[in-house]
Antibody, heavy 121, light 109 residues
Protein backbone atom coordinates (compact mmCIF):
# COMPACT_ATOMS: atom_id res chain seq x y z
CA UNK A 1 0.00 0.00 0.00
CA UNK A 2 1.49 3.29 -1.11
CA UNK A 3 1.72 5.95 1.57
CA UNK A 4 2.72 9.60 1.29
CA UNK A 5 3.80 11.85 4.15
CA UNK A 6 4.40 15.59 4.01
CA UNK A 7 6.99 17.25 6.20
CA UNK A 8 8.30 20.75 6.67
CA UNK A 9 7.87 23.95 8.68
CA UNK A 10 4.36 24.84 9.71
CA UNK A 11 5.12 28.54 9.93
CA UNK A 12 6.78 30.66 7.25
CA UNK A 13 7.39 34.41 7.31
CA UNK A 14 6.02 36.62 4.53
CA UNK A 15 8.38 37.03 1.56
CA UNK A 16 10.28 33.89 2.50
CA UNK A 17 10.28 30.51 0.76
CA UNK A 18 7.97 27.69 1.77
CA UNK A 19 9.68 24.30 1.57
CA UNK A 20 7.95 20.94 1.94
CA UNK A 21 9.01 17.36 1.31
CA UNK A 22 6.85 14.35 0.55
CA UNK A 23 8.19 10.91 1.45
CA UNK A 24 6.73 7.98 -0.46
CA UNK A 25 6.65 4.53 1.10
CA UNK A 26 5.23 1.19 0.03
CA UNK A 27 6.41 1.63 -3.54
CA UNK A 28 9.12 3.18 -5.66
CA UNK A 29 8.72 6.78 -6.74
CA UNK A 30 10.39 5.70 -9.98
CA UNK A 31 7.55 3.36 -10.97
CA UNK A 32 6.22 4.08 -14.43
CA UNK A 33 2.82 5.67 -15.19
CA UNK A 34 2.91 7.87 -12.10
CA UNK A 35 3.53 11.53 -11.59
CA UNK A 36 3.89 13.19 -8.20
CA UNK A 37 1.94 16.30 -7.36
CA UNK A 38 1.34 19.03 -4.83
CA UNK A 39 -2.14 20.35 -4.13
CA UNK A 40 -3.22 22.93 -1.58
CA UNK A 41 -6.41 23.94 0.19
CA UNK A 42 -6.93 27.18 2.13
CA UNK A 43 -9.11 26.80 5.19
CA UNK A 44 -12.75 26.40 4.24
CA UNK A 45 -12.00 26.61 0.53
CA UNK A 46 -11.50 24.34 -2.45
CA UNK A 47 -8.54 22.45 -3.85
CA UNK A 48 -5.86 24.03 -6.02
CA UNK A 49 -3.36 22.01 -8.03
CA UNK A 50 0.16 23.42 -7.69
CA UNK A 51 2.22 21.23 -9.99
CA UNK A 52 3.51 17.79 -10.89
CA UNK A 53 6.81 16.07 -11.53
CA UNK A 54 7.79 12.86 -13.26
CA UNK A 55 10.74 10.84 -12.04
CA UNK A 56 12.72 12.04 -15.05
CA UNK A 57 12.50 15.51 -13.51
CA UNK A 58 10.01 16.83 -16.05
CA UNK A 59 7.60 19.31 -14.44
CA UNK A 60 4.35 21.14 -15.09
CA UNK A 61 3.03 23.94 -12.93
CA UNK A 62 -0.21 25.80 -12.39
CA UNK A 63 0.20 28.97 -14.49
CA UNK A 64 -1.06 31.10 -11.59
CA UNK A 65 1.87 29.93 -9.42
CA UNK A 66 4.47 29.07 -12.03
CA UNK A 67 6.75 32.04 -11.40
CA UNK A 68 7.14 31.09 -7.72
CA UNK A 69 7.07 27.27 -7.72
CA UNK A 70 9.78 24.66 -8.00
CA UNK A 71 9.11 20.94 -7.63
CA UNK A 72 12.01 18.52 -7.52
CA UNK A 73 12.49 14.79 -7.00
CA UNK A 74 15.09 12.71 -5.19
CA UNK A 75 14.65 9.13 -6.33
CA UNK A 76 17.41 7.87 -4.03
CA UNK A 77 15.35 8.98 -1.02
CA UNK A 78 11.95 8.22 -2.58
CA UNK A 79 11.00 11.84 -2.00
CA UNK A 80 9.80 14.85 -3.92
CA UNK A 81 9.76 18.44 -2.75
CA UNK A 82 7.97 21.76 -3.15
CA UNK A 83 9.45 25.23 -2.94
CA UNK A 84 7.16 28.27 -3.12
CA UNK A 85 8.93 31.60 -3.02
CA UNK A 86 7.86 35.07 -1.95
CA UNK A 87 4.97 33.78 0.12
CA UNK A 88 2.15 35.94 1.43
CA UNK A 89 -0.79 35.30 3.73
CA UNK A 90 -2.70 34.08 0.68
CA UNK A 91 -0.40 31.05 0.59
CA UNK A 92 -1.62 29.89 4.00
CA UNK A 93 -3.21 26.50 3.37
CA UNK A 94 -3.10 22.78 3.97
CA UNK A 95 -0.61 21.37 1.49
CA UNK A 96 -1.11 17.85 0.19
CA UNK A 97 1.22 15.67 -1.79
CA UNK A 98 -0.44 13.12 -4.04
CA UNK A 99 0.30 10.46 -6.60
CA UNK A 100 -1.06 11.22 -10.05
CA UNK A 101 -1.94 7.98 -11.80
CA UNK A 102 -1.73 8.18 -15.59
CA UNK A 103 -2.47 4.52 -16.36
CA UNK A 104 -5.95 5.13 -17.82
CA UNK A 105 -6.59 8.84 -17.40
CA UNK A 106 -5.14 11.26 -14.91
CA UNK A 107 -6.34 11.01 -11.34
CA UNK A 108 -4.94 11.48 -7.85
CA UNK A 109 -5.22 8.05 -6.26
CA UNK A 110 -3.03 8.35 -3.17
CA UNK A 111 -2.75 11.40 -0.94
CA UNK A 112 -0.73 12.41 2.06
CA UNK A 113 -2.58 13.47 5.18
CA UNK A 114 -1.78 17.11 4.51
CA UNK A 115 0.26 19.65 6.41
CA UNK A 116 -0.88 23.11 7.46
CA UNK A 117 1.46 25.92 6.49
CA UNK A 118 0.75 29.33 7.94
CA UNK A 119 2.36 32.45 6.51
CA UNK A 120 2.72 34.99 9.26
CA UNK A 121 5.36 37.21 10.83
CA UNK B 1 -8.39 27.68 -19.03
CA UNK B 2 -11.16 25.19 -18.46
CA UNK B 3 -13.58 26.20 -15.73
CA UNK B 4 -15.56 23.73 -13.66
CA UNK B 5 -18.91 24.36 -12.04
CA UNK B 6 -20.71 22.10 -9.60
CA UNK B 7 -24.28 22.09 -8.42
CA UNK B 8 -25.68 22.26 -5.95
CA UNK B 9 -23.09 23.84 -3.66
CA UNK B 10 -24.72 22.05 -0.76
CA UNK B 11 -27.55 19.64 -0.14
CA UNK B 12 -29.32 17.96 2.73
CA UNK B 13 -30.88 14.54 2.27
CA UNK B 14 -32.23 11.68 4.35
CA UNK B 15 -30.53 8.35 4.89
CA UNK B 16 -31.47 6.09 1.99
CA UNK B 17 -32.13 8.94 -0.42
CA UNK B 18 -30.68 9.07 -3.91
CA UNK B 19 -28.28 12.00 -4.20
CA UNK B 20 -27.14 13.54 -7.47
CA UNK B 21 -24.41 16.12 -8.05
CA UNK B 22 -23.62 17.65 -11.41
CA UNK B 23 -20.37 19.02 -12.74
CA UNK B 24 -20.03 21.06 -15.90
CA UNK B 25 -16.87 21.91 -17.80
CA UNK B 26 -16.51 25.08 -19.85
CA UNK B 27 -15.34 23.02 -22.82
CA UNK B 28 -15.17 19.41 -23.95
CA UNK B 29 -12.97 17.34 -21.65
CA UNK B 30 -13.93 13.94 -23.07
CA UNK B 31 -14.09 11.63 -20.03
CA UNK B 32 -11.19 13.20 -18.11
CA UNK B 33 -13.35 13.79 -15.06
CA UNK B 34 -12.81 12.38 -11.58
CA UNK B 35 -14.77 12.56 -8.33
CA UNK B 36 -13.37 12.80 -4.80
CA UNK B 37 -14.85 12.66 -1.32
CA UNK B 38 -13.37 14.79 1.44
CA UNK B 39 -14.34 14.45 5.06
CA UNK B 40 -13.49 17.23 7.54
CA UNK B 41 -9.82 17.30 8.44
CA UNK B 42 -8.97 14.54 5.99
CA UNK B 43 -7.37 14.33 2.58
CA UNK B 44 -9.61 13.84 -0.44
CA UNK B 45 -10.31 10.25 -1.46
CA UNK B 46 -10.70 9.15 -5.07
CA UNK B 47 -14.10 7.58 -5.74
CA UNK B 48 -14.63 7.69 -9.51
CA UNK B 49 -12.06 8.10 -12.28
CA UNK B 50 -12.49 8.72 -15.99
CA UNK B 51 -16.10 9.78 -15.41
CA UNK B 52 -17.57 6.38 -14.64
CA UNK B 53 -14.97 3.96 -13.28
CA UNK B 54 -15.32 3.00 -9.64
CA UNK B 55 -12.02 3.05 -7.76
CA UNK B 56 -11.13 -0.26 -6.13
CA UNK B 57 -12.66 -0.66 -2.70
CA UNK B 58 -15.26 2.09 -3.12
CA UNK B 59 -18.84 1.02 -2.37
CA UNK B 60 -21.03 0.39 -5.38
CA UNK B 61 -23.64 2.93 -4.22
CA UNK B 62 -21.32 5.54 -5.73
CA UNK B 63 -21.43 6.01 -9.48
CA UNK B 64 -20.57 8.52 -12.16
CA UNK B 65 -21.60 9.21 -15.72
CA UNK B 66 -21.20 11.71 -18.52
CA UNK B 67 -18.76 12.86 -21.15
CA UNK B 68 -17.89 16.03 -22.98
CA UNK B 69 -19.01 18.90 -20.77
CA UNK B 70 -21.71 17.45 -18.51
CA UNK B 71 -21.13 14.93 -15.75
CA UNK B 72 -23.18 13.41 -12.95
CA UNK B 73 -22.19 11.83 -9.65
CA UNK B 74 -24.75 9.72 -7.80
CA UNK B 75 -25.05 8.14 -4.39
CA UNK B 76 -27.82 5.60 -4.83
CA UNK B 77 -28.67 5.29 -1.14
CA UNK B 78 -27.17 7.91 1.15
CA UNK B 79 -25.47 6.57 4.27
CA UNK B 80 -24.44 8.48 7.40
CA UNK B 81 -20.77 7.90 6.57
CA UNK B 82 -21.25 9.68 3.23
CA UNK B 83 -21.39 13.07 4.94
CA UNK B 84 -18.59 14.94 3.21
CA UNK B 85 -17.75 17.45 0.53
CA UNK B 86 -17.54 16.06 -2.99
CA UNK B 87 -15.29 17.53 -5.67
CA UNK B 88 -15.09 16.93 -9.38
CA UNK B 89 -11.69 17.34 -11.05
CA UNK B 90 -10.73 17.62 -14.70
CA UNK B 91 -7.53 17.15 -16.62
CA UNK B 92 -6.47 19.61 -19.31
CA UNK B 93 -3.84 18.61 -21.84
CA UNK B 94 -2.76 21.89 -23.36
CA UNK B 95 -1.04 22.93 -21.24
CA UNK B 96 -1.16 20.07 -18.73
CA UNK B 97 -3.21 21.11 -15.73
CA UNK B 98 -5.79 19.97 -13.25
CA UNK B 99 -8.80 21.91 -12.00
CA UNK B 100 -11.16 21.02 -9.20
CA UNK B 101 -14.77 22.05 -9.01
CA UNK B 102 -15.84 24.23 -6.08
CA UNK B 103 -17.31 21.29 -4.20
CA UNK B 104 -20.70 20.09 -2.98
CA UNK B 105 -21.27 19.68 0.74
CA UNK B 106 -23.60 16.79 1.57
CA UNK B 107 -25.38 16.66 4.93
CA UNK B 108 -27.94 14.38 6.52
CA UNK B 109 -31.39 15.88 6.95
Amino acid sequence: QVQLQESGPGLVKPSQTLSLTCTVSGGSISSGSYYWSWIRQPAGKGLEWIGRIYTSGSTNYNPSLKSRVTISVDTSKNQFSLKLSSVTAADTAVYYCARLNSLFGYYFDYWGQGTLVTVSS
Amino acid sequence: DIQMTQSPSSLSASVGDRVTITCQASQDISNYLNWYQQKPGKAPKLLIYDASNLETGVPSRFSGSGSGTDFTFTISSLQPEDIATYYCQQYDNLPPGFTFGPGTKVDIK
